[in-house]
């Protein structure tokens, strides 16, 4: 069973002595429990895994039980040590400081608990952690399986990763493309708003965050103004509260407002955003007939070509301290801005032979003074090589 980089991070900390939670935290199906499942038949400590994904309301006590049960693991004459994992955890309301709680005596009594916690909802772990575990934890981020992995542990073509995106669970579906699509649309799509977002975030209009994230697909690698979103979407709501709805999709792994570069974090805040799916199997299910008449509409083509350029540099850059942007003047565009610390890499992405010139890399060049000026297809850096190394190797 192919192993992602992931695996030999999490059991190289939980071989080490219990200092820190350590976090898995990423998308819906991106496989956080297998990588887990397969850490834990290669280590040799008692384990003792729960999820709060079940029928039954879980509450604080549930994580207590859960702790009395490992805990007892700790006392076998052979180990001193033992393994909690808690699946889901996001679900349990008020998680984070029943954690703390228990963590902190553990601390205090010398009893050698590991714990390893997994969520599927990034923007509600992350609130907990920064509001209760503050210098407990460290976080292993699990994202989108880039094109690398899907073609070694399941040997998709390039352009299969285009279309069908990096699903796992979704890879031996893509023949029968109505059953890839119905696992697409009811198993994480739908999954992903009604449970990570509509039931534990408060939103009021959930069928405008439900057709912001349709324009997200169809809009995948454009920008776009609020304003100009709540036209598209028939509705009288302000600007403020689809700025709030992007962020809990972003929050959620599905969709990204990617904000300009400008230098100045003031006015990228003010900025209209660049909608980015991040997942491309999303925005294919959603708006494409089939696999075959995408490959034939060479300019949809091309909208594919670059939201999958995005989606890798935004799910490579998690955890690593790098911002992704796009630049926009007037007439002149830049696709991607990478930024880590002072360093600038301007991306642009060529699916055609049709365009002969890059005005835009030009300008923003001779005014930002990048690093690096990379073209990414045709007469440039092919788009398999770009695809197959993260975001910081282009800095």
């Given at each position: 069973m192919?192993?992602?980089?992931?695996?030999?991070?999490?059991?190289?900390r939980?071989?080490?002595?219990?200092?820190?939670?350590?976090?898995?935290?990423?998308?819906?199906?991106?496989?956080?429990?297998?990588?887990?499942?397969?850490?834990?038949?290669?280590?040799?400590?008692?384990?003792?895994?729960?999820?709060?994904?079940?029928?039954?309301?879980?509450?604080?006590?549930?994580?207590?039980?859960?702790?009395?049960?490992?805990?007892?693991?700790?006392q076998?004459?052979?180990?001193?040590?033992?393994?909690?994992?808690?699946?889901?955890?996001?679900?349990?309301?008020?998680?984070?400081?029943?954690?703390?709680?228990?963590?902190?005596?553990?601390?205090?009594?010398?009893?050698?608990?590991?714990?390893?916690?997994?969520?599927?909802?990034?923007?509600?772990?992350?609130?907990?952690?920064t509001?209760?575990?503050?210098?407990?934890?460290?976080?292993?981020?699990?994202?989108?399986?880039?094109?690398?992995?899907?073609?070694?542990?399941?040997?998709?073509?390039?352009?299969?990763?285009?279309?069908?995106?990096?699903?796992?669970?979704?890879?031996?579906?893509?023949?029968?493309?109505?059953?890839?699509?119905?696992?697409?649309?009811?198993?994480?799509?739908?999954?992903?708003?009604?449970?990570?977002?509509?039931?534990?975030?408060?939103?009021?209009?959930?069928?405008?965050?439900?057709?912001?994230?349709?324009?997200?697909c169809?809009?995948?690698?454009?920008?776009?103004?609020?304003?100009?979103?709540?036209?598209?979407?028939?509705d009288?709501?302000?600007?403020?509260?689809?700025?709030?709805?992007?962020?809990?999709?972003?929050?959620?792994?599905?969709l990204?407002?990617?904000?300009?570069?400008?230098?100045?974090?003031?006015?990228?805040?003010?900025?209209?955003?660049?909608?980015?799916?991040?997942?491309?199997?999303?925005?294919?299910?959603?708006?494409?007939?089939?696999?075959?008449?995408?490959?034939?509409?060479?300019?949809?083509?091309?909208?594919?070509?670059?939201?999958?350029?995005?989606?890798?540099?935004?799910?490579t850059?998690?955890?690593?301290?790098i911002?992704?942007?796009?630049?926009?003047?007037?007439?002149?565009?830049?696709?991607?801005?990478?930024?880590?610390?002072?360093?600038?890499?301007?991306?642009?992405?060529?699916?055609?032979?049709?365009?002969?010139?890059?005005?835009?890399?030009?300008?923003?060049?001779?005014?930002?003074?990048?690093?690096?000026?990379?073209l990414?297809?045709?007469?440039?850096?092919?788009?398999?090589?770009?695809?197959?190394?993260?975001?910081?190797?282009?800095?």
């Amino acid at each position: 069973m192919y192993k992602r980089e992931s695996f030999g991070i999490l059991i190289s900390r939980i071989k080490e002595p219990r200092k820190f939670i350590q976090v898995l935290s990423g998308p819906r199906q991106t496989g956080k429990t297998t990588l887990v499942q397969q850490v834990i038949a290669q280590i040799d400590l008692p384990v003792h895994y729960a999820s709060a994904d079940d029928p039954a309301l879980q509450d604080k006590i549930w994580i207590e039980q859960q702790w009395e049960v490992a805990k007892l693991k700790t006392q076998n004459e052979n180990y001193k040590e033992a393994v909690l994992v808690l699946d889901e955890i996001q679900k349990i309301s008020g998680w984070s400081d029943i954690i703390k709680k228990l963590w902190d005596a553990d601390s205090r009594d010398n009893i050698q608990l590991k714990l390893v916690l997994l969520g599927s909802a990034p923007l509600l772990i992350q609130r907990g952690l920064t509001e209760s575990l503050a210098g407990r934890f460290e976080l292993i981020p699990i994202t989108h399986w880039s094109y690398s992995e899907m073609k070694k542990a399941f040997n998709y073509s390039l352009d299969q990763y285009i279309y069908f995106g990096g699903y796992p669970g979704a890879s031996e579906l893509i023949h029968d493309e109505e059953r890839w699509r119905q696992y697409i649309l009811n198993s994480l799509i739908e999954t992903t708003i009604s449970r990570d977002i509509l039931l534990m975030s408060r939103v009021d209009k959930p069928a405008l965050l439900r057709r912001l994230f349709q324009l997200g697909c169809e809009y995948s690698g454009q920008i776009l103004s609020f304003t100009k979103m709540l036209g598209q979407l028939h509705d009288a709501g302000n600007t403020t509260t689809l700025a709030h709805y992007l962020e809990l999709l972003s929050g959620s792994g599905v969709l990204y407002g990617i904000q300009k570069y400008a230098g100045e974090s003031v006015r990228r805040r003010a900025s209209s955003p660049k909608l980015q799916i991040l997942n491309s199997g999303l925005m294919n299910a959603m708006i494409y007939s089939n696999y075959k008449a995408a490959l034939q509409d060479r300019n949809s083509w091309g909208r594919l070509v670059e939201s999958a350029v995005g989606a890798h540099l935004i799910n490579t850059s998690v955890g690593k301290a790098i911002n992704v942007y796009y630049w926009r003047e007037r007439n002149a565009e830049v696709d991607f801005v990478l930024k880590r610390g002072k360093t600038l890499s301007a991306i642009e992405v060529r699916s055609s032979k049709k365009r002969t010139s890059l005005p835009g890399m030009k300008i923003f060049a001779k005014k930002w003074n990048p690093k690096r000026k990379i073209l990414v297809g045709s007469d440039g850096i092919p788009l398999e090589e770009f695809l197959s190394k993260p975001a910081e190797f282009w800095l």
